[in-house]
């Protein structure tokens, strides 16, 4: 939060309400940071309930190059009818009621955004999170094969090969999905691959916008907070030559999840009330 203050970001924290089992908002250390944040302009949004990787859906499939992804992938295949069930609109629907009861214990709102554990989350998700009244989810990773990358080192996945648009889109019943950017400092930026951790994020983020978050007006720089404070050192700096880069690509505008939300309201309200 201090590093936020000091480059002018007011960020989007996506907070998970029961990990570990335990409600988070009875957590009096992280409630008394989060209040701080929270008064200081940063906002928090609905992560999952308990975040595990299966809870709502299944992993896009280009993660599984992730030991930990490819071992859910594998319990998600023997035990598919376990899995099916458990993915069911009622039981998401559940799910998704008691995260939001925790969130509103600790938040005094509704969430606005929901983000899938993993980014797993499939159309039984989308239709819960329409019941629940949560309208704006940002759960697809547009290239997951960048993250691969930074995984395995193979060459040949340092490309761009997008799975999801890089604007808004509709999933039915009606939810907005926002897709986001990777993060693509998820496992540490060690000295060897800073050059080529800075050259990969200004060629994922030039084809990202060049293909359409600048025409939408909207887009998503993702980070994890374990894997910045795994290497704070170096992703700080990393995150400062972005961030100055990006500036002058034209993007000087850093806004929370909360108020990319208001703008995208606001422009239907006029939008409806013209027709």
Known sequence: ?????????????????????????????????????REQGHDFQLHGLTHHCL????????????PNIAKLFND????????????????????LEEAVSIY????????????APCFGIGPTAYEALYQVGIYYSSSR??????????????PLLRRWAPIFPCHPFVEPPGVIEIPTMEDLAIHGVSSRDYDDRLELYKSELDNYLKSGAKNAGI???????????????????????IIEWLAKQGVTEWIT????????????????RRV
């Open 1 to 37: 939060m201090e590093w936020l203050n000091n480059i002018g970001i007011r960020a989007t924290f996506f907070w998970i309400p029961k990990p570990h089992g335990r409600p988070g908002d009875r957590n009096a250390a992280w409630m008394a940071a989060i209040r701080e944040a």
């Open 55 to 66: 809870e709502f859906g299944v992993p896009q499939a280009d993660t599984r190059f992730s």
């Open 76 to 95: 998600y295949w023997r035990n598919h009818a376990k899995w099916n069930a458990e993915h069911s609109v009622a039981n998401l629907r559940s799910k």
């Open 104 to 115: 509103k214990r600790a938040f005094g709102e509704k969430p606005l955004v929901f983000r």
């Open 141 to 154: 990773s547009i290239n997951p094969i960048a993250t691969a990358y930074t995984i395995i080192h193979d």
């Open 219 to 241: 887009g998503i720089f993702a980070s994890h907070y374990h894997s910045m404070m795994k290497t704070w050192n170096q992703t700080r700096l990393l995150y400062e030559e």
């Open 257 to 272: 999840f909360r108020e990319a939300i208001i703008q995208l309201e606001e422009m239907k309200n006029t939008f409806e």
